[in-house]
């Protein structure tokens, strides 16, 4: 069975809701969100520009999903799935996330548990 590396990213009370952050988790550039309260965590470089902005990017509902909008190209990325709205067949990686102790802890996207 594999467990999960969890990275202390931050204090629960430095994010604000629908504001995104990035971080270092392991090499890779994540973009965090807590949205009504949930957590979600995505790769922050976008996919078509190469560039680490989906942090920054807005948040909203599209097809009732959950989605950032890329600042810069507009396309929308699913915050559960990692999936672009505009192109099923580009996504990015998704990574657990939780809030333990007051703190957000992310893991890295290549590790998955098993039962």
């Not at 009732?64 to 505009?86: M, N, W, Y």
Request: negative net charge; aromatic residues 6%; hydrophobic residues 45%.
């Amino acid at each position: 069975m594999t467990q999960l590396q969890w990275h202390t990213i931050c204090d629960a009370n430095d994010l604000t809701e629908q504001v995104g952050v990035r971080a270092l988790v392991g090499q890779d550039q994540v973009a965090i969100f807590k949205i009504e309260g949930a957590l979600y965590a995505i790769s922050a470089i976008d996919p078509f520009s190469n560039a680490a902005v989906l942090s920054r990017g807005m948040v909203g509902s599209l097809q009732s999903r959950i989605v950032v909008a890329s600042p810069l190209l507009k396309q929308h990325f699913d915050l559960e799935t990692g999936e672009c709205l505009e192109d099923d067949t580009v996504s990015v990686a998704t990574y657990p996330i939780k809030e333990e102790g007051g703190k957000i802890l992310v893991a890295p996207a290549q590790e998955v548990a098993v039962s």
